[in-house]
């Protein structure tokens, strides 16, 4: 994708990576076999898609530059399956895949959105702001963000890069965010439903007339799972959210 194209929606925060040293030591760090289909979001210039043609099995890259895509489209290997599109507007395979991409930074929220709402990817690698990687992470604090990635995927940050590592060089650090799917903490059809807790949690407390809990369930849950109490700080951790959330679900059943 390119930075300077006017009127591509993601041209404003592509930043290109193309040292083959950098990105064989990113597809290092991965679990990507001969035996997985990869997406990537953005194939831009194809030094990243290369790379992962040579790991994966199939590759299924996105590239909204017109002018990209026709330079691109006849250099690649037969097991790369290059589509001309905005991958926010394509529909997601239905069987097994991983992802692994250097994304627009302006549309990080949307695509992570994306991508966790359907058929979950086994695995992701996500390159992005600094920033934006710690908030999915629960850091310094957890928020909206990084509860409803949780019940779904072990989310860490598993590289630094130097600004230089691009071209042209971004205006604040990046990292890659990995996102490893787990055995789920809820339901995928209860998403909603926590999301909308989290909403009503902070925006009216845990307890009191338009919470959603009392203050005796609040504390009965914690101590039965052995979890401590609020504090008084207001800082909840990722299981304690979870632990309140089941006790709803519990009570609303009720």
């Keep these: 994708m390119s930075k300077n194209n006017k009127g591509n929606p993601y041209s404003i925060s592509q930043n290109f990576l193309t040292d083959r040293r950098i990105i064989d ?4 760090k991965t679990d990507i076999s001969h035996n997985d289909t990869v997406l990537e979001i953005g ?4 030094h990243i898609t290369k790379a992962l043609s040579k790991r994966a099995k199939t590759v299924v890259s996105y590239e909204i530059d017109g002018a990209l895509y026709e330079k691109l ?26 992802v692994f991409a250097n994304i627009p930074f302006s549309k990080t929220s949307e695509i992570i959105r994306k991508l966790t709402a359907g058929n979950l ?3 992701i690698w996500l390159i992005m702001e600094k920033g934006a ?30 600004r230089t590592d691009f071209h042209p060089a971004p205006r604040t650090d990046v990292v890659m965010l990995e996102l490893i799917k787990k055995p789920a903490d809820i ?31 609040v504390s009965t849950a914690l101590r039965l799972e052995g979890l401590p109490d609020i504090k008084p700080s207001g800082d909840v951790t990722y299981v304690q959210w979870l632990c309140l959330f089941r006790c709803r679900v519990k009570f609303n059943k009720r």
């Design 121 to 123: 990817p086994d695995h």
């Design 187 to 217: 339901p995928l059809n209860q998403k909603r439903d926590f999301s909308e807790f989290i909403s009503r949690c902070t925006r009216y407390g845990f307890f009191g007339s338009r919470a959603p809990l009392t203050k005796k369930q």
């Design 73 to 98: 489209k006849s250099n690649l290997a037969d097991n790369v399956r290059l589509i001309r599109g905005d991958f926010l507007k394509c529909a997601l395979p239905k069987a097994s895949y991983k």
């Design 25 to 28: 030591r990113l597809l290092s």
């Design 133 to 162: 990687a710690k908030r999915f992470c629960g850091l310094p604090t957890e928020n909206t963000n990084s509860l409803l990635l949780k019940p779904f995927f072990d989310v860490k940050i598993s590289y630094y890069f130097n």
């Design 43 to 46: 194939a831009g210039k194809g």
